[in-house]
């Protein structure tokens, strides 16, 4: 079944061209996919079919009818997970870094999701939806290790992804920067979008971003990095990674944010998922997990002279 959204053009927006103004509304899509939507007729504006070269002015009305998902068999994969905790309710994992969390193009095997069918089919096969994610409340990129949280049946995925919406999340990693910031803590709050150029890359933007909050001590310092203890109060795609860059304290190891002149060699990017509170959906105790920091960036840090937190 296909989804339909529609939009109010405002002020702000007028004078834009409809595909333009596609992109900046569905910031999650690649300009030439949306392109592909207009030019199939799916895209209507004041009820007639619109053309990617339209501009659209205050208060038409632009609807968007979502082409159905393409249906992704799922399997399952017997591998071992690290599980910090586990209920009927929700499990609790240590998520190794090079871990991609669920299927999508280009990667179909070897996902966190393959692996919970593994563990537990009934549960995460009953959740099991057009978008590939049974269970996926939040995520962590590839490349980035520690606790996730995931859910066993749909109301603890219901009340778990509202958490999260809601920001009733409390989100700490630890993050190996190249160069020591002056302060022993700093917050950054700039608000992050799409970048203009480069579509698999999130920037600071100043217009058509999205709110985001990061805060940040230093818990050690040597004379080339540091290890900073961060805490989310927003939820960005590449949110840590951007707003550490555009600070000038890029995360070691990070190929896609990191600077050219940056020498420290890492296998990954340092970045841990270090603790996590939240409510249990179900019981409303108030939890706190903490997957213990990698072999991998115990050694960075090591080379490095920073300490780490036991």
């Given at each position: 079944m296909s989804q339909i959204n529609q939009l109010i053009v405002s002020e702000k927006a007028a004078g834009l061209r409809l595909d333009r103004f596609l992109a900046v509304s569905f910031e999650e899509y690649s300009r030439s996919y949306l392109t592909r939507i207009i030019d199939h007729g799916r895209v209507t504006?004041?009820?007639?079919?619109?053309?990617?070269?339209d501009n659209v002015a205050a208060g038409d009305e632009v609807a968007v009818d979502w082409p159905p998902p393409e249906q992704m068999q799922l399997d399952s994969e017997a591998f071992d997970l690290p599980i910090l905790f586990e209920d009927e309710d929700?499990?609790?994992?240590?998520?190794?870094?090079?871990?991609?969390?669920?299927?999508?193009?280009?990667?179909?095997?070897?996902?966190?999701?393959?692996?919970?069918?593994?563990?537990?089919?009934?549960?995460?096969?009953?959740?099991?939806?057009?978008?590939?994610?049974?269970?996926i409340v939040h995520r962590l990129d590839k490349d980035t290790s520690g606790v996730m949280i995931v859910a066993r049946n749909p109301i603890s995925r219901d009340r778990l992804s509202a958490a999260f919406a809601e920001?009733?999340?409390?989100?700490?990693?630890?993050?190996?920067?190249?160069?020591?910031?002056?302060?022993?803590?700093?917050?950054?709050?700039?608000?992050?979008?799409?970048?203009?150029?480069?579509?698999?890359?999130?920037?600071?933007?100043?217009?058509?971003?999205?709110?985001?909050?990061?805060?940040?001590?230093?818990?050690?310092?040597?004379?080339?990095?540091?290890?900073l203890q961060v805490q989310l109060e927003t939820g960005r795609t590449h949110q840590i990674r951007v707003h550490l860059a555009h600070e000038k304290l890029p995360i070691v190891g990070d190929n896609?944010?990191?600077?050219?002149?940056?020498?420290?060699?890492?296998?990954?990017?340092?970045?841990?998922?270090?603790?996590?509170?939240?409510?249990?959906?179900?019981?409303?105790?108030?939890?706190?997990?903490?997957?213990?920091?990698p072999d991998d960036f115990l050694a960075v840090a090591r080379n490095l002279g920073l300490e780490t937190p036991e």
């Open positions: 504006r004041n009820g007639a079919t619109a053309r990617k070269r929700i499990l609790v994992i240590d998520k190794p870094a090079d871990l991609v969390v669920h299927p999508g193009a280009g990667t179909q095997s070897g996902t966190l999701v393959n692996a919970l069918l593994g563990y537990d089919y009934d549960s995460f096969t009953e959740m099991a939806d057009d978008n590939a994610r049974p269970g920001r009733l999340v409390e989100k700490n990693y630890l993050a190996i920067t190249a160069g020591t910031p002056a302060a022993d803590s700093g917050e950054a709050r700039s608000p992050i979008g799409r970048h203009p150029k480069h579509r698999k890359k999130m920037a600071v933007v100043e217009r058509n971003g999205k709110n985001a909050v990061t805060l940040w001590n230093v818990l050690s310092r040597s004379a080339e990095a540091a290890l896609l944010y990191g600077s050219s002149s940056c020498t420290i060699e890492a296998p990954r990017q340092m970045l841990h998922a270090w603790r996590l509170g939240i409510r249990h959906p179900r019981t409303k105790e108030l939890l706190e997990f903490t997957a213990p920091v």
